[in-house]
């Protein structure tokens, strides 16, 4: 019997396989340990191989294509319904290679290794921000613990820091002025790597068409566009505007049930990263908008002065997240809409 379709179960050594027939029947389910994987996969015939998107995925997925098989990657959360008692590699691998023939199952593009390369930039500044983040907050709760107070922002942190390692140290004992010289010595590095992973990012969004092309939309600067365009591509993958703004979470949640529309807040579903950017950048607009109404579009400043400022901005990362698909399905500019 022919192998048709192969459920691959990743892992870091041990990988687990499952193969079937075009009618169901269990050809192989075994485990293969990793320098043995493309060996065994080149002595197959061409088939449909089904994998989680999860980490490794897409390197697997670009070697098997080269091997001439059909990767599909699939989000995890949507194989597990098929997942029958137990758990297991054996038992996973049996439910993708049940998931990856569904006729209405959803997949994930397989990334390239340019668009991963750029990516690394982006989770590397992430993990620094969010270290910053950390160390300013602890600066900012020794100083309390003395009776010192910094005003709200990450530049007063910045520049108490620089203050303190010129000597400028306030009034508090030498032991815990030694330790806030350490950390704000770690701060001030980590704001200036911060600084040069910007700058890596704002130069490869400028060398990509669609990257330049999103930033000319308000709200949407460099670090937005390399992301939205090195993690969705062109954007084909999804049907309409409406899927990629699901796919970011920023839909209403249905719950709707006996003929009744109930909409809820929106899910937070699927990739948080571009959704945090995009709505930190409406946010920027519309704290425009509202010190400045007649620099915005109408419909900007209506919801804007409508609707609560939280709601407004999660509105517009959703028109947003539309208008994105359009532009890089498309190839068409920005156009500010006339309501």
């Not at 192989?28 to 197959?44: D, E, H, N, S």
């Not at 571009?274 to 950048?281: A, D, T």
């Not at 947003?320 to 532009?327: G, T």
Request: glycine residues 8%; proline residues 4%; positive net charge.
């Amino acid at each position: 019997m022919t192998v048709k379709t192969v459920g691959l179960d990743l892992a870091k050594d041990v990988f687990q396989v499952h193969g079937i027939s075009e009618n169901g029947r269990v050809i192989f389910k075994k485990p293969i340990k990793r320098a043995k994987l493309l060996a065994f996969f080149q002595t197959l015939p061409p088939c449909t191989v089904g994998m989680e998107a999860c980490g490794s995925s897409h390197h697997w997925g670009r070697q098997l294509r080269n091997l001439g098989h059909d990767v599909k990657l699939m989000p995890a959360g949507y194989v597990k319904p098929y997942v029958k008692r137990g758990k297991s590699d054996a038992v996973d691998a049996e439910a993708i290679c049940e998931a990856v023939r569904r006729p209405t199952m959803r997949f994930v593009e397989i990334k390239t290794e340019d668009q991963q390369a750029i990516l690394s930039i982006h989770r590397t500044r992430d993990l620094a921000v969010r270290q910053r983040t950390q160390l300013a907050n602890m600066i900012r709760s020794l100083l309390r613990e003395f009776g010192h107070i910094l005003p709200i922002g990450i530049e007063a942190v910045t520049a108490f820091s620089n203050r303190h390692l010129d000597g400028d140290h306030p009034d508090m004992p030498e032991i815990a002025n030694g330790m806030l010289g350490i950390q704000c010595y770690q701060f001030i590095g980590l704001n200036e790597r911060i600084s040069g992973y910007s700058k890596m990012i704002e130069q490869h969004a400028m060398r990509n068409a669609d990257a330049r092309r999103l930033m000319r939309m308000p709200g949407i600067g460099p670090v937005t566009a390399s992301a939205i365009v090195a993690t969705i591509g062109d954007a084909h993958q999804f049907r309409t505007g409406r899927d990629l703004a699901a796919w970011l979470g920023l839909t209403p949640l249905n719950k709707s049930s006996g003929g009744k529309e109930r909409l809820g807040k929106i899910t937070k579903q699927g990739d948080r990263y571009i959704r945090k950017l995009l709505v930190v950048g409406m946010t920027s607009r519309a704290v425009m908008a509202k010190r400045s109404p007649e620099k915005v579009d109408l419909w900007t400043a209506k919801i804007v002065a409508d609707k609560p400022f939280r709601l407004a901005t999660v509105a517009m990362a959703n028109k947003a997240a539309r208008a994105v698909w359009a532009m890089l399905t498309k190839k068409q500019e920005y156009r500010q809409p006339a309501f």
